[in-house]
């Protein structure tokens, strides 16, 4: 027999459920023909006399159908109809049957979803279901059809709880007012009982499939593996939760793919955030049957995972994965282990390779190209193969990839800098030159040296790099971080107190762990401005304000000591560091202001390069009395001297002496100070 519109042929489960409905249908069909014979029907509008004694004398009760049928049913027809019962019965394999046996179906909800199916195989059986309820508008299932075609009684009317309606097997829907409620086989399931394997509607858009991948080297996979066979076949508990934790890229759904691979499940992700709040029960539903009807695991993927309830009604697919920032509550109650994952990044060799497996080009590049993208990129292995379908022609265009990538993770939590300046921009004591470049050294060297093993286990923590730049404002505290993160090929991020301080007890630190758990993996630099407002000393307690505010800067003390990556604090109040905190660093630099020869450096560079080297010639012999004169901080210099520019421009000249004293003014003035009248009087009349 062929399928719906002239499909496949039926699987033969299928089969036996069509003639099942057709011989209990010929079965009350032949019993409502003895109960009419001989009387008058009602015609449009009028009901006979004949048709209201009848329903009054209750003719058609179902104990008068079965005790007629047992005297006069034709022996042939009860025959054939036991040996299709009892083939159903016994069959287990079919898609069919292994349905009805996962669900734990009744013999009440069996019949309903066979008369619902008939029908969506055979959409003729609308006319037999209309004359069977005797009336033509009602060609579909009711429980009252259902009842009396299986002998139920007079309904078989189905609670909330029943197997069959809670996993959606058949829906319901209203026709009309006064109508009896219409069943039809839900269309996911009609399909995938047709041998479709298709995705559910519901699913369409927010689930795809994942194959499994041969491990990365360090990838738990026969841990995990083996965790969930110990669990689950002992039964206790019966499921199994893995959250699967690491940077976006680094093969999370990957590896939970292969776990489940080895598992002999197939994986299907669900991306949470594409799915809407009011969508999600319904949407968690449909994953779960798919996942019992396919055997295949679940991974919940996107940042809403950790968000939504998980329901209550109806038993989860042993095997789930959660793939993102936090866990889902587990509802009370529930009997599930739930155990973290960590996917690692590839080691440096093992970058090494991926480069030169994924990008095969990188093998010609000189000056060191690939070795400055494996060792100095923490990059994931999605990320590596994402920048190799680019089919990049140098490492230039590699690093930017990589950096714009890691750029789209922290989103608005952190402010990008550009980093223009160099080493020759910064004037600086020697010492505190050496200093930033170990500081460059230690953090190029790193991702190689934490994967040593004795590195490892001597610092369980700790094995971020953490420095505090000190010092008076505009000392170059910024301009020396923009420095360290050029040399280093990554991108500087400035942490914006706004959205990291709070008023409320324990959020402050939240909001940087949000912060620091998102950068951890991520090759970039983090600078954390006006550092002493985070990590404060704590104070002595007299009051309850007092304990959560020490309580509040014990967890940032906390956060900061546990992140891996390479974090800068600049602080103007160096004292005001908490002192538990700065043992945890491993730099702790002092910006001085600058003296006398290095004022005079700055002053002869910025007025070179905003007013040219013709206005540097004219005012290059005023520049050192300047310089020796007024005690002034390198970003002091920099934006007197660009507002001399602009006012020079206002009166449509060159810069002037005149035109740097009203620039240098108007910085003192942001501190309450002035060029005093003997300053002043020093420079009139000079250099116009």
């Not at 195989?121 to 006319?127: C, F, G, H, Q, S």
């Not at 004795?454 to 923590?461: D, I, S, T, V, Y």
Request: with cysteine; charged share 30%; proline share 6%.
């Amino acid at each position: 027999m062929d399928g719906p519109e002239g499909g496949a042929p039926l699987e033969e489960p299928l089969r036996w459920v069509l003639t099942r409905v057709r011989l209990r249908a010929r079965r009350r069909a032949a019993w409502l023909r003895h109960l009419w014979a001989g009387e008058p029907r009602s015609l449009p509008n009028v009901v006979a006399h004949a048709e209201v004694d009848q329903l009054l004398e209750d003719r058609d009760a179902p104990e008068a159908e079965a005790a007629w049928w047992t005297a006069h049913g034709p022996r042939d027809l009860v025959e054939a109809l036991r040996q299709v019962e009892a083939a159903l019965a016994a069959d287990e394999h079919s898609r069919l049957g292994r349905m009805s046996r996962l669900f734990g179906l009744e013999a009440r909800e069996r019949d309903l979803l066979h008369a619902c199916l008939a029908l969506a195989v055979d959409p003729a059986l609308a006319r037999v279901y209309a004359y069977l309820q005797d009336h033509s508008g009602r060609g579909y299932v009711t429980e009252e059809l259902v009842a009396r075609l299986f002998a139920h009684g007079r309904c078989s009317a189905l609670g909330v709880e029943a197997a069959v309606r809670r996993w959606e097997l058949v829906v319901e829907r209203e026709v009309a007012p006064g109508e009896p409620r219409l069943w039809e086989c839900e269309p996911g399931l009609r399909a995938w009982l047709l041998g479709e394997d298709a995705l559910d509607a519901a699913l369409v858009g927010v689930a795809r499939r994942v194959e499994p991948r041969e491990p990365l080297l360090g990838w738990p996979v026969e841990e995990a593996t083996s965790l969930v066979h110990r669990l689950v076949e002992a039964g206790q508990p019966a499921r199994v939760r893995l959250r699967v934790e690491g940077p976006p890229g680094s093969g999370r759904r990957t590896l939970a793919a292969t776990v489940a691979s080895r598992l002999g499940l197939a994986l299907l992700a669900i991306d949470t955030d594409a799915v809407e709040e009011a969508a999600w029960p319904h949407v968690f539903l449909r994953a779960q049957r798919k996942a019992w009807l396919e055997r295949c695991a679940l991974a919940w993927v996107g940042e809403a995972a950790s968000r939504r309830p998980w329901p209550r009604s109806l038993p989860w697919f042993p095997v789930q994965f959660v793939i993102g920032e936090g866990s889902p509550p587990i509802p009370a109650g529930e009997d599930v282990v739930d155990r973290r994952i960590e996917v690692p990044l590839p080691a440096v060799e093992e970058r090494r390779a991926l480069w030169r497996r994924l990008l095969p080009e990188c093998a010609g590049w000189t000056d060191g190209g690939l070795e400055r993208l494996a060792t100095g990129h923490r990059t994931p292995v999605g990320r590596i193969a994402a920048v190799a379908r680019h089919r990049v022609t140098g490492p230039e265009e590699a690093e930017a990839l990589v950096r714009e990538a890691s750029r789209a993770q922290l989103g608005d939590l952190a402010q990008r800098l550009e980093c223009p300046f160099t080493w020759e921009d910064l004037l600086l004591p020697e010492v505190l030159r050496e200093g930033l470049r170990d500081l460059v050294f230690e953090a190029r060297e790193r991702a190689a040296f934490w994967e040593e093993h004795a590195a490892r286990r001597l610092f369980p923590q700790g094995r971020g790099l953490l420095a505090l730049f000190s010092g008076p404002p505009g000392t170059g505290k910024t301009m020396a971080a923009q420095v360290v993160a050029a040399s280093l090929g990554v991108d500087l991020f400035r942490i914006d107190l706004s959205t990291v301080v709070s008023k409320y007890v324990g959020e402050t630190s939240r909001n940087l762990q949000r912060i620091l758990s998102r950068a951890a993996d991520l090759d970039l630099v983090l600078l954390f401005d006006e550092a002493d407002a985070l990590f404060g000393q704590r104070t002595e307690i007299r009051d309850a304000h007092d304990r959560f505010a020490n309580t509040d800067t014990s967890h940032l003390l906390q956060a900061i000591e546990s992140y891996r990556g390479v974090a800068l604090l600049a602080s103007n109040r160096r004292g005001d560091i908490d002192r538990a905190f700065t043992r945890r660093l491993r730099y702790m630099l002092e910006f001085p202001a600058p003296d006398v020869a290095q004022r005079t450096t700055l002053w002869r560079r910025m007025v070179g390069e905003l007013a040219g080297p013709q206005r540097l010639a004219a005012l290059e012999a005023e520049l050192p009395s300047l310089a020796e004169a007024l005690e002034l901080s390198g970003a002091q210099i920099k934006l007197g001297v660009l507002s001399a520019l602009f006012a020079a421009r206002r009166e449509g000249t060159q810069v002037e002496l005149r035109h740097l004293l009203r620039g240098v003014e108007r910085e003192l003035l942001k501190e309450g100070r002035a060029l005093s009248s003997r300053t002043r009087e020093r420079w009139v009349g000079r250099g116009g």
